[in-house]
């Protein structure tokens, strides 16, 4: 990466992106809670609305006209100077793009998003889906508050993690910066993960265990694991619109355990994650958009 680096990853909008975020009724955005005494727990979440709610007023801003519900875990690191990550991705085209970058202003109906890194990622293990803000869901069940589960996963989420496709994953660093001293300069990413229905696998104690494929090995997030191993994860339920997120710590177990090497999604693994959830929530009917294969 130091070679690749520096031509892939701008601290700037090319002008394929300022082109792409405008056009998407949704996001995938990761944040860090410091609310917690002695604790910064990295969530994922999607902010969504009407396409045109992402505009790209220059080449290093990005301006969001919506913001993150009351009961959404990750809207607690939405604030003013924070560090947060972004991921446009369109499902039906098999396109996405990450920016990574700090919050300089939180508005009533939105925020501002400065650039410090921006850069494309490859199409593989995107499944095809088209997401749309304008069509009434089928569902009528109206949203519930959300259900705070501690580290364990009941039977809805382990349901839903065991049929799912699709997961986001944020993570972070405290990265010092070299122009001031000894100041604290933190890095947050956000990004996809895919493969066939079931590829996640729960084990005891409702660990993950989370096979890793070829990418397009930037390694941004696994590189932040080995810095930082805590993450935040996000499995949607795209028929109901049901949402659940993930906090907790991440470790590199040397294999895959005896009951999932014959598991057909662990086939081509190059590598394995075990994420060990310190904190659930479920948000029923939380996500308002349509997906369709």
């Known amino acids: 990466m130091a070679a690749i680096g520096p031509k892939a990853i701008l601290p700037r909008l090319a002008p394929q992106l300022r082109d792409f975020f405008p056009i998407l009724p949704f996001a995938i955005v990761g944040t860090v809670d410091d609310t917690e005494e002695g604790s910064a727990s990295p969530w994922v979440s999607v902010v969504h609305g009407p396409a045109g709610f992402i505009t790209c007023p220059d080449p290093t801003r990005l301006s969001l006209s919506a913001k993150l519900a009351y009961d959404d875990p990750a809207a607690a690191g939405v604030v003013e100077g924070a560090a947060v990550a972004l991921l446009g991705i369109c499902p039906h085209t098999r396109r996405r793009n990450r920016v990574n970058g700090r919050i300089e202003a939180v ?48 039977a809805a989420s382990r349901a839903l993690i065991s049929r799912s496709d699709t997961f986001f994953v944020s993570s972070f660093i405290e990265a010092r910066d ?39 090995r930037y390694f941004n997030t696994l590189g932040n ?13 795209f028929a109901t619109g049901d949402m659940l997120h993930l906090t907790g710590t991440v470790e590199f177990p040397a294999r895959a355990g005896p009951r999932w090497r ?15 959830p310190r904190k659930t929530v479920m948000r029923r009917a939380a996500l308002p958009l349509v997906a369709t294969d």
Do not use: Y
């Not at 066939?196 to 989370?210: H, K, M, N, S, W």
């Open 225 to 237: 694991f080995v810095l930082n191993p805590v993450a935040g994860l996000l499995f949607i339920d």
């Open 107 to 154: 508005k009533g109906l939105g925020f501002e998003v400065s650039v410090a890194q921006a850069f494309g990622n490859c199409p593989r293990f995107i499944s095809p889906r088209r997401m749309d803000a304008d069509m009434p869901r089928a569902s009528e069940r109206s949203p519930a508050h959300s259900i705070v589960l501690s580290g364990s996963l009941d």
């Open 178 to 216: 070299a122009g001031a001293s000894d100041r604290a300069a933190r890095q947050v990413d956000v990004s996809h993960r895919g493969g066939e229905p079931g590829f996640v696998a729960i084990e005891r104690q409702d660990t993950l265990l989370i096979p890793d494929f070829a990418g397009n």
């Open 262 to 276: 014959g598991h057909p999604p662990f086939a081509e693994a190059e590598r394995f994650w075990r994420f060990t």
